[in-house]
């Protein structure tokens, strides 16, 4: 049957048509062609973008051969609402509209390795060479200046093969326009230099350039990609167009109007104009002194320039031409599957069309499964089309309404993916991680000290080479293609161990000393891991055809590291002993989604899940996605902690015990003795860090029994350790979801102004804040203070100490937008994922471990949005050294996947601890 929906379908961008047949449309396109302005109404919905894809289409051609063709610039009233707009303009388009982002830093914080910055960048540089047919951006932007043509050629320096180039000038040129020099390029902006070898990360490319140099002549340019190191072009030249923010304090003569580098006869597009001015007058008045932006009444005077069209849902008294158009908004599609079905059998069955858009072939076929299992026939009546539609809407004259499928089961909506950018995730071996004078492990040569890099010739090949140092300063080179040899050392001891001799056996020796060690202390947790080798527990059957269904229902399209960690358990569980698995993900890198297709197939096969995390509020927000994940399949899902009265754990205990409760999601109340189950099967740790040695002692037993998967973001040493060492297996997610930003780390004394300005910017953007104060006793004077700071946020507490009810009122408040800054305790540090809040203060940052800085600051950052972290410090107060070092790995590792690393640092700082003892570090 799933055939049949593929048969004479209608596609997305078919529906333009039904906008030119609408009244007065025609009449719209006439007026803009002759330079005038016009209006339409009654856009509802995802069809705002569908006008905008109408419009585009009619857009006059290129003046002459020589001149840049002419673009639809549509502007919105907030910077979320751009994302949004981008993805169904890019459904009906059927090409991606370019964004030109806002800064979401306020105007004294704009720096060159700002993704916004680039962003903005590539949007001007494309309008000069090859403008695209649109372009997404929103009011705030536009109040914010950009460099002028003459300022922007200025700045571009054409690098080609055989020039003559100083090499210090060169590098002091990159440091005056805000690049900062590091060991290793990460993002844009920044530069490195490796013997005669130079990075650069130029922030409008999506990969950077490698230089290498013989004296000061350039020898070859070449574009390489970050993460693998590995060539993926040659160049003859490349302009580099290094173009400083324009400086705030300057005031706008600094840079002219984005709208005023439009190319001639392009239009503009107005969202909802009432709003427009509303909210730019909100954006500047949030602003203390709002230096260097243009005003709301300027931006609005310089889009007059060229002809433009306000588009709106309701009609507006206006004098233009206007075209009104008959689409309505649609309410009723959503809530539990069966009404949504019923609602769509009166639909068909009322003589009306349905377009529905599916973000991938999967949910298509799923779809189409569900659709044929209520006798609701795919045809003439019903189509199923691929795309991505963030807003449904009907034609009420041609009786069609338009709908996705994430709308219709009341999913997350769908983001846009953007660019390449897997640049902020790297393997942990990435010699990249190494600076000049770390000490390295060579599996064959011993330990020995990284010198840098060198580009040696041979056979005609030029290679790069990692120059390591041995006792008796002895030097060897170690081609790239062979890094996997090198890793950087990792010790307990305190103090640094000698540099291996080349050619000598101590090396060896060492090696089988370690090995003998490892075997020799099979003590406690290899004799645990044998007993569990040796007892036969269940294999599970390969995936069925609900869990294929299952997983076709995720939202997201699945990272690498998810699929190979999804392999990686299946492959466990359908072996006939106990899993014991532990899944290293960095926050918000999607861990619980693979706990969840364990899950689900764990139930399917009959028997029960327990998931274990270490707070009420975490178990409450899982409670609420595996149930949401789960509603359409016959799961019972339950959450026991201290939110539920005893009468309802009553229940739920029996529940576990007669098997009535298929998953149940618990803090420390889940493994005390008066807790039974029916059958239990798999048994999911949520970041046992956070556990005490009595929990663990039980999950010791438990693990004899039952499949574990552990998730972690930060392991503890002594478990990242065994993992290292292949005691314990690991499956490591490192890649980041589409369009995910890393986190912007600072380390920073309490200010006033500081605090200020970071709750300002994000409120100017739509977004909610968390303020970390980790001392019950004081933090209602602490929220007071930030209310005196902010007076115009509203401020919420929340603590684990406050009643079950009101501390769930405070976080439901905080979820649904009721309040901008939560002033709360570490109680938010696992796992709460409210992707609207991009903003976090730590308060007395000194006083936390690595652990659970990593934790609390990927409480942000988990939408498409740059995320922002400070690392408050008293006035006054003195930092331990320990203390210190954590801060600055913080700070430095702040990249998207540096779980991983913030760990092995740990290990680094603390030491490994006794590796199979209970005298673990911290």
């Not at 060169?170 to 230099?193: C, H, K, N, Y």
């Not at 008066?674 to 099967?681: A, N």
Request: proline share 4%.
């Amino acid at each position: 049957m799933a055939i049949d929906a593929h048969r004479a379908v209608m596609k997305l961008p078919q529906l333009v048509q039904q906008l030119h047949g609408a009244d007065g449309f025609g009449g719209v396109v006439a007026s803009l062609k002759a330079g005038e302005s016009a209006a339409i109404d009654g856009a509802w919905g995802s069809s705002c973008a569908l006008v905008a894809a109408a419009l585009a289409g009619e857009l006059p051609p290129t003046s002459s051969p020589h001149s840049p063709a002419p673009t639809l610039l549509v502007v919105l009233p907030r910077i979320h609402d751009v994302d949004d707009y981008a993805v169904d303009l890019e459904a009906f388009l059927g090409e991606t509209p370019l964004i030109f982002p806002a800064w979401e830093t306020l105007p004294q914080e704009q720096d060159v390795t700002d993704a916004v910055f680039g962003g903005r960048l590539r949007v001007l540089r494309a309008l000069e060479e090859s403008p695209p047919r649109a372009i997404v951006t929103s009011l705030p932007a536009l109040l914010q200046p950009v460099p002028s043509r003459a300022e922007r050629k200025q700045a571009t320096r054409m690098l080609r093969v055989g020039d003559e180039i100083d090499i210090d000038a060169f590098l002091l040129w990159l440091v005056d326009r805000g690049f900062t020099r590091v060991p290793a390029i990460e993002v844009p902006g920044e530069f490195s230099m490796h013997g005669g070898i130079v990075d650069v990360y130029p922030p409008d490319a999506i990969d950077p350039l490698r230089l290498e140099f013989f004296g000061d002549e350039l020898e070859s340019i070449r574009r390489f990609d970050v993460e693998s190191q590995l060539k993926v072009e040659d160049l003859e030249e490349a302009p580099l167009t290094l173009v400083a923010p324009v400086d705030a304090s300057e005031g706008v003569t600094a840079g002219e109007q984005f709208v005023d580098v439009l190319p001639s006869g392009s239009w503009i597009v107005l969202s909802e104009l009432q709003d427009l001015v509303d909210e730019g007058k909100n954006y500047l008045h949030r602003l203390d002194e709002p230096r260097g932006l243009f005003s709301v009444e300027a931006a609005m005077s310089s889009c007059t320039k060229h002809p433009t069209v306000t588009v709106a849902a309701i009609s507006a008294d206006s004098l233009e031409k206007t075209c009104h158009l008959r689409i309505e908004s649609i309410e009723r599609f959503a809530g539990p599957r069966n009404e949504v079905l019923e609602e769509l059998a009166g639909v068909v069955g009322r003589d009306e069309r349905v377009l529905i858009a599916c973000h991938n072939e999967g949910e298509r076929e799923r779809l189409s499964e569900l659709l044929v299992e209520s006798e609701i026939s795919i045809g003439a009546g019903v189509q199923l089309c691929i795309g991505n539609v963030t807003r449904g809407f009907r034609f009420v004259r041609e009786r069609l309404v338009v709908l996705s499928d994430h709308e219709l089961f009341g999913r997350t909506d769908i983001r846009r993916a953007v660019g390449k950018r897997k640049l902020e995730t790297r393997t942990i071996d990435s010699f990249l991680e190494l600076r000049e004078g770390d000490l390295v492990a060579h599996l064959t040569h011993g330990i020995a000290r990284y010198r840098g890099m060198k580009t040696l010739e041979k056979e005609g090949n030029r290679e790069e080479h990692l120059v390591l140092e041995f006792a008796g300063r002895i030097r060897v080179f170690v081609p790239t293609s062979l890094i996997h040899l090198v890793q950087k050392y990792v010790g307990s001891a305190k103090i640094a161990p000698k540099l291996s001799k080349l050619g000598g056996s101590a090396w060896a020796k060492k090696k089988q000393k370690a090995a003998k060690s490892v075997m020799d202390l099979a003590s406690d947790m290899v004799q645990l891991q044998a007993k569990r080798a040796a007892k036969s527990g269940i294999a599970y059957p390969p995936d069925s055809h609900w869990q294929r269904e299952f997983e076709a229902s995720f939202p997201y399209t699945e990272t690498e590291d998810q699929l190979l960690a999804i392999g990686d358990f299946k492959g466990d569980m359908e072996q006939p002993r106990p899993m014991d698995r532990l899944i290293c993900g960095d926050v918000g890198f999607g861990k619980t989604e693979v706990a969840m297709r364990a899950a689900f197939k764990t139930i399917e096969a009959g028997r029960q899940v327990a998931v274990l995390v270490p707070t009420t509020v975490l178990a409450e927000q899982h409670h609420r996605t595996f149930s949401e994940r789960m509603a359409e399949y016959p799961v019972t899902v339950e959450s026991i902690s201290r939110f539920k009265t005893k009468k309802q754990q009553k229940r739920i205990l029996e529940g576990m015990e007669t098997g009535g409760v298929d998953l149940v999601i618990g803090t420390h109340r889940l493994i005390q003795k008066d807790v039974r189950f029916k059958d239990l099967g798999l048994l999911v740790i949520d970041e046992e860090q956070r556990f005490g040695v009595e929990a663990k002692e039980m999950l010791k037993q438990l693990r004899l029994e039952v499949d574990v998967l552990t998730l972690s973001a930060t392991p503890i040493p002594r478990t990242l350790h065994m993992a290292v060492l292949g005691i314990r297996d690991i499956s490591n997610l490192t890649t980041a979801p589409q369009a995910r930003q890393a986190i912007s780390t600072r380390l920073c004394r309490f200010d006033g102004e500081l605090i200020r300005n970071a709750i300002v910017r994000e409120l100017n953007r739509g977004g909610q804040i968390y303020f970390v104060h980790n001392r019950v006793y004081n933090i209602k004077s602490i929220a007071d203070r930030i209310q005196t700071i902010v007076p115009e946020a509203r401020i919420g507490i929340g603590h684990g100490q406050m009643a079950g009810h009101e501390l769930e009122e405070a976080m439901l408040d905080f979820v649904t937008g009721k309040i901008d800054v939560l002033v709360c305790t570490t109680i938010i540090e696992s796992g709460l994922d409210i992707p609207n809040a991009n903003t976090i203060l730590i308060h007395q940052a000194d006083n936390y471990g690595l652990a659970d800085l990593h934790q609390l600051r990927g409480r942000v950052g988990r939408s498409a949005h740059r995320a922002y972290c400070y690392l408050v410090l008293e006035d006054g107060r003195t930092v331990t050294p320990i203390a210190a070092k954590r801060l600055k790995a913080i700070e430095e590792f702040s990249e998207l996947g540096a779980g991983f690393k913030i760990a092995m640092r740990d290990l680094e700082i603390r030491g490994a601890g006794n590796i199979l003892g209970t005298e673990q570090s911290g």
